[in-house]
């Protein structure tokens, strides 16, 4: 397969860096040290996508979101507007809301029944006379770094760096014929456990060398047309479906009942596309939907893929069989690469691998890479430090 490789706009790739050609050694795949660092240096200070504001259209409408042992809630207030924040009571640090999503008129906790108001404000304590040290306009909710891009709702645990929006400007433009502000949820979050370190996943998402080896459903669909580049902080991969029939029943009638979509542009209406944000998290776009992933790293060696699907309303029968089809072909290419990552987690144990040499085209994994030894300068060390 030929592959449409642009060169890396990464900022960072004017200085020089020694293990450029190099990837990310094996050890960091299951290093309970190195995978504390990552929780304070990369993934912590990191925006998470938790849903769509399509999905909390209504004040007391919440979404829940579990990253890095910390709680969070989306919510939309009584006047619109959407805020996050800790999901833990301010008495004793009991769990307020449970459950993906839901809605509440006030948030009360189900221990002492703590009660605070849509804006985080606590406003309810029973026999509050009997607490001296409490300053009720001191016991808020501690509310959570919130952004809103193109409708898609983020929370940041801590930190400062670029918004969302700045991270994804390079690309903005390609995104805005797709209307996904006006998305709704076309299903449901679905959670799927993998015994592999979350950095497993995220390159294989941005490999581009594998396609032609590994999918054969995508080469038959995309023929020799697969490609790959990186913005500082975003890659982007792509497939324009070819006219020759593919020889599976459900790629087949995927290219030959996918509709016309009026609002994107001619040279979008069969193209398949692939932004991966730094550092967790994917956009499948597609003309019919749009699916997100998030690798959410639970220990050094499993992580949650958290996703969902969102798409415009749309009742032509055409449309309803194009996401169906697009369901099943996916659900093979996601099979496959969950032997391939299952794979390479294994063999990432072996104390024969240290760390292999990259392509010149595999240009995600230099970009992450050399984001990575930034932030944390042990990744560029062959085995762990002593200690680790």
Not at 283 to 301: E, H, K, R
Request: hydrophobic share 35%; proline share 9%.
């Amino acid at each position: 397969m030929d592959m449409n490789i642009l060169p890396n706009h990464n900022p960072d790739a004017a200085n020089h860096d020694p293990d450029a050609d190099w990837g990310l050694p094996g050890w960091l795949y299951a290093n309970e040290r190195f995978f504390r660092e990552e929780q304070d240096k990369v993934l912590r200070p990191s925006w998470q996508i938790v849903c769509h504001l399509n999905d909390i259209p209504k004040s007391g409408d919440f979404h829940t979101f579990d990253f890095l042992g910390e709680s969070t809630f989306v919510v939309r207030g009584k006047s619109g507007e959407v805020k996050a924040f800790a999901n833990v009571c301010r008495h004793r640090a009991a769990r307020l809301l449970d459950g993906p999503s839901g809605h509440c008129g006030r948030v009360v906790c189900p221990y002492h029944a703590w009660t605070y108001d849509l804006d985080g404000r606590l406003i309810g304590v029973p026999h509050r006379e009997t607490y001296p040290a409490l300053e009720m306009d001191k016991q808020g909710l501690p509310p959570v770094q919130t952004e809103v891009y193109r409708g898609f709702v983020f929370v940041r645990l801590e930190g400062e760096g670029p918004s969302v929006a700045q991270m994804m400007a390079p690309y903005d433009h390609e995104l805005a014929p797709y209307r996904f502000e006006d998305m709704v949820p076309f299903g449901r979050v679905t959670l799927r456990p993998r015994d592999v370190n979350w950095k497993n996943i995220s390159d294989n998402y941005s490999d581009g060398l594998h396609i032609p080896v590994a999918h054969p459903g995508l080469t038959r669909l995309f023929g020799r047309g697969y490609g790959v580049e990186a913005a500082p902080w975003v890659d982007k991969m792509w497939g324009e479906l070819i006219e020759e029939p593919s020889r599976n029943p459900s790629e087949r009638m995927y290219q030959h009942v996918l509709p016309d979509v009026e609002h994107l542009p001619a040279e979008r209406k069969r193209l398949w596309t692939y932004f991966k944000l730094w550092p967790n998290q994917a956009f499948d776009i597609y003309p019919d939907q749009v699916d997100f992933m998030q690798f959410i790293p639970v220990s050094p060696t499993q992580t949650m893929i958290r996703e969902i699907a969102y798409a415009l309303p749309d009742a032509r029968r055409e449309m309803r069989a194009a996401r169906y089809l697009n369901w099943r072909i996916n659900r093979q290419v996601n099979a496959e690469d969950t032997q391939l990552v299952a794979r390479v987690q294994q063999g990432m144990a072996s104390r024969s691998f240290t760390a292999g040499p990259l392509a010149e085209t595999e240009v995600s994994l230099r970009s992450f890479g050399r984001k990575l030894r930034a932030l944390i300068p042990q990744a560029r060390l062959h085995r762990p430090p002593e200690g680790w």
